[in-house]
């Protein structure tokens, strides 16, 4: 018996369902409203590329109200005891959790990965609530007595302020709360702008906040088909203090130069180019299923994603072969389908661009050793491909690929995988593969990477501190760092209690 067969697909009907739970309005003030001027934007299935909802679309003038709400309910929110907004954030964790499934289809639906993926990325990003509701009671000052005598100095943390929160489509949930939920914990007031190819688990998430008792105005949403049209007014309003921004590197440096205007705490989690490095004396069939999560993990639409395979030359054929048996054995297909392993890519564009790497990169001399097409039908589906000999200088590896293609090259020593690794502007993830523990150390302090994976092709997780160096980002998620971007500290100079006394 196949496991499809045992499996029960979803039904047209329980998708049709869960869709019309879903709010489609603008979320400001805790009323769901529509547009300032009517629009409305379509938000499509990859897998087949049909509509699924139509949303209100937020005009300046909806962000500029969205920034009012929560510029009004600031001094109130920051106010609250640590101990409400822990509990406000455990409840949502508790609401998330028991509605997984319904938050795993939405995504698999809007974004189009397998729905096995999509449970993973709901205990994920779920975490974040949990993590930070345990974190708020816990964001200490400090109190203590100048060097130089009985003079004291107390220092206090504040929240930061109104901030504006704007997240992309790969992560629809996580990359959500993962902002959302450090934010509650230190007492910030929210604008969230999720990305418009995927908004409709943040609409749920939302409502989910509201369930769980996040006052009026603390969190708005305002999806939108025009993402400048949000963040230009608002980054130019004195009222907003901070922008959090994941997405691409070029939207990050123009976000911070508008940031600029007003001085802005910003926090940027931009794009990655990371190098999964396998030394010759790597147990290689780890290395293998290491190397089958950190590439095909979210069909490689992740900014964690291994994008440059650095494998020693003595066993580059060896891993190559296994990992080119294991890549081919995958099932393309729509996520809701119980045999599918790999789902579509986001949009006709982003399959376009996949291919035109693994095109450039095959002319270039590399070898598709398995993959290296389109899959046609409706659909932006990809073939999982392994691409061996690939020249250093080849486009592939400068760019992120954000997609199930896996470019191997090869290197002859330890200081050439090194060099390699950081010949990229990039610096978020990268993943080492040996057995000597030494060797990996050497590594981690010579590689310019936020972010090391020690034999672990997945490290994402909520009380590590997640982040990069170079242009990857400033900032860090996540941890206890991760509270500490929303707040900002204040110091307190306290004359010699005891001078008054004479
Ligand atoms: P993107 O930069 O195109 O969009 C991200 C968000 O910014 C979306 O909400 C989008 O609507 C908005 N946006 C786009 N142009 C804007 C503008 N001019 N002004 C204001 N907002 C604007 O990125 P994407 O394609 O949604 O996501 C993929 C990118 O995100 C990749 O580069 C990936 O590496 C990166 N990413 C980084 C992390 C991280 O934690 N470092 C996590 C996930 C994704």
Redesign the pocket.
């Known amino acids: 018996m196949t496991v499809s067969a045992i499996t029960p697909a979803i039904s047209p009907e329980r998708e049709a369902f869960l869709l019309a739970s879903v709010p489609t309005g603008l979320l400001i003030n805790g009323q769901w409203r529509d547009a300032s001027d009517g629009g409305t934007f379509d938000v499509h299935d990859p897998a087949t590329g049909e509509v699924l909802a139509t949303l209100a679309s937020a005009t300046s003038e909806d962000a500029l109200a969205a920034l009012d709400a929560a510029d009004k309910a600031q001094a109130a929110w920051a106010r609250t005891a640590p101990r409400e907004r822990a509990e406000i954030l455990r409840r949502a964790f508790d609401l998330v959790t028991e509605r997984a499934e319904d938050f795993a289809l939405l995504m698999t639906l809007e974004m189009g990965k397998p729905l096995a993926e999509a449970r993973g990325e709901v205990a994920y990003g779920a975490e974040f609530l949990r993590w930070f509701s345990e974190e708020t009671v816990r964001d200490y000052g400090r109190y203590l007595t100048t060097p130089e005598g009985r003079n004291k100095i107390l220092v206090q943390k504040k929240p930061v302020g109104p901030c504006l929160l704007?997240?992309?489509?790969?992560?629809p949930l996580a990359?959500a709360t993962r902002k959302v939920a450090p934010a509650v914990a230190a007492g910030c007031t929210m604008v969230l702008?999720?990305?418009?190819?995927t908004p409709l688990t943040a609409q749920l998430f939302a409502k989910t906040m509201l369930d769980a008792g996040l006052p009026a105005g603390v969190l708005n949403v305002v999806a939108s088909s025009s993402?400048?049209g949000?963040?230009?007014p608002l980054l130019a309003d004195s009222r907003l203090r901070k922008v959090s921004?994941?997405?691409?590197?070029?939207?990050?440096k123009?976000?911070m130069a508008?940031a600029a205007q007003n001085v802005l705490r910003t926090s940027m989690?931009?794009?990655?180019n990371a190098p999964f490095i396998v030394f010759e004396d790597a147990d290689l069939d780890a290395a293998v299923e290491g190397a089958m999560a950190a590439k095909m993990r979210n069909m490689g639409?992740?900014?964690?994603a291994a994008n440059r395979f650095l494998v020693q030359a003595s066993v580059a054929q060896e891993f190559t072969r296994k990992f080119a048996a294991a890549m081919g054995a995958l099932t393309t297909g729509r996520g809701t389908e119980p045999d599918t392993t790999v789902g579509p890519l986001?949009d006709a564009g982003a399959r376009d661009d996949v291919h035109a790497l693994v095109t450039a990169a095959v002319d270039a001399g590399a070898t598709a050793v398995t993959g290296g097409s389109p899959v046609d039908g409706p659909g932006y589906f990809y073939r999982p491909t392994v691409l061996a000999n690939v020249p250093n200088d080849a486009e592939i590896l400068r760019q992120?690929i954000?997609g199930p293609v896996a470019p191997v090259t090869t290197f002859a020593t330890e200081e050439d995988a090194i060099r390699l690794a950081n010949a990229t502007e990039y610096g978020?993830a990268s993943y080492v593969y040996s057995r000597d523990f030494n060797r990996l150390l050497r590594v981690a302090e010579q590689i310019e990477f936020g972010m090391v994976g020690f034999n672990a092709g997945v490290i994402s997780n909520a009380a590590a501190p997640?982040?990069?160096v170079k242009q990857?980002?400033l900032g860090r998620?996540g941890g206890s760092e991760g509270i500490a971007e929303y707040t900002t500290t204040q110091y307190i100079g306290i004359a010699d209690p005891w001078a008054a006394k004479g």
């Open positions: 704007i997240t992309p489509w790969n992560f990359m702008k999720p990305a418009k190819l993402a400048a949000i963040s230009g921004f994941t997405g691409s590197t070029p939207v990050g123009r976000l508008d989690e931009l794009g990655g639409e992740a900014c964690t986001i992120e954000f978020l997640f982040g990069g990857s980002g998620e």
